[in-house]
T-cell receptor
Framework: NAGVTQTPKFQVLKTGQSMTLQCAQDMNHEYMSWYRQDPGMGLRLIHYSVGAGITDQGEVPNGYNVSRSTTEDFPLRLLSAAPSQTSVYFC?????????????????FGPGTRLLVL | SQKIEQNSEALNIQEGKTATLTCNYTNYSPAYLQWYRQDPGRGPVFLLLIRENEKEKRKERLKVTFDTTLKQSLFHITASQPADSATYLCALDSGVANDYKLSFGAGTTVTVRA
């Protein structure tokens, strides 16, 4: 099991450029999500998905797009990079066992992608 | 709006002592509360999950309490070791079906001196 993998580990972009951050998991988790982490602000949810073909917005979705065509992959697209998007991005996945609201399992996080927008 | 606050100051403690971290929240009714550990340059790693109907949870040297009346969780590391030095994050989950989203606090950095 590789767990949650993210590529690239580090990226430098110029303002206005676009790029895709890749995230994959091999644990057959239905839930996947993207967070950004900025100093002193904690992790903030960007977008999330409850299964293939289903995505929804989190707390800070502007400037980002996602799609979920397979259970394993959940790429995050920056449409036109801005310096305010300089951050560390984490992908996470997890189970809600048996579809019950009352049962949760932990979320597993990837190693992160450090993005610098100049 | 929802607000989650953890110890604003970093925690520096002597090896062998107990570290106590707080997580307070407002405008939220979480069904679950989770604690994660994060080392520099790495993603968060799950430690413990406690449900709203549980008062306390333990795992080895870790203990978590959850008081829904006070809207507070306490996280204890007993017999602390230098290897426990890290940032600890609390995360809240509303528990709504098909809506597994975590809201995180900013974290508390713990340094354990040998």
């Amino acid at each position: 099991n590789a767990g949650v993998t993210q590529t690239p580990k580090f990226q430098v972009l110029k303002t206005g450029q676009s790029m895709t951050l890749q995230c994959a998991q091999d644990m057959n988790h239905e839930y996947m999500s993207w967070y950004r982490q900025d100093p002193g602000m904690g992790l903030r949810l960007i977008h999330y998905s409850v299964g293939a073909g289903i995505t929804d917005q989190g707390e800070v979705p502007n400037g980002y797009n996602v799609s979920r065509s397979t259970t394993e992959d959940f790429p995050l697209r920056l449409l036109s990079a801005a310096p305010s998007q300089t951050s560390v991005y984490f992908c996470a996945s997890g189970h809600q066992r048996d579809g019950l609201a009352g049962v949760r399992e932990t979320q597993y996080f990837g190693p992160g992608t450090r993005l610098l927008v100049l | 709006s929802q607000k989650i606050e953890q110890n604003s100051e970093a925690l520096n403690i002597q090896e062998g002592k107990t570290a106590t971290l707080t997580c307070n929240y407002t405008n939220y009714s979480p069904a679950y509360l989770q604690w994660y550990r994060q080392d520099p340059g790495r993603g968060p790693v799950f430690l413990l999950l406690i449900r709203e109907n549980e008062k306390e949870k333990r795992k080895e040297r870790l203990k978590v309490t959850f008081d829904t009346t006070l809207k507070q969780s306490l996280f204890h590391i007993t017999a602390s070791q230098p290897a426990d030095s890290a940032t600890y994050l609390c995360a809240l989950d509303s528990g709504v079906a098909n809506d597994y989203k975590l809201s995180f606090g900013a974290g508390t950095t713990v340094t354990v001196r040998a």
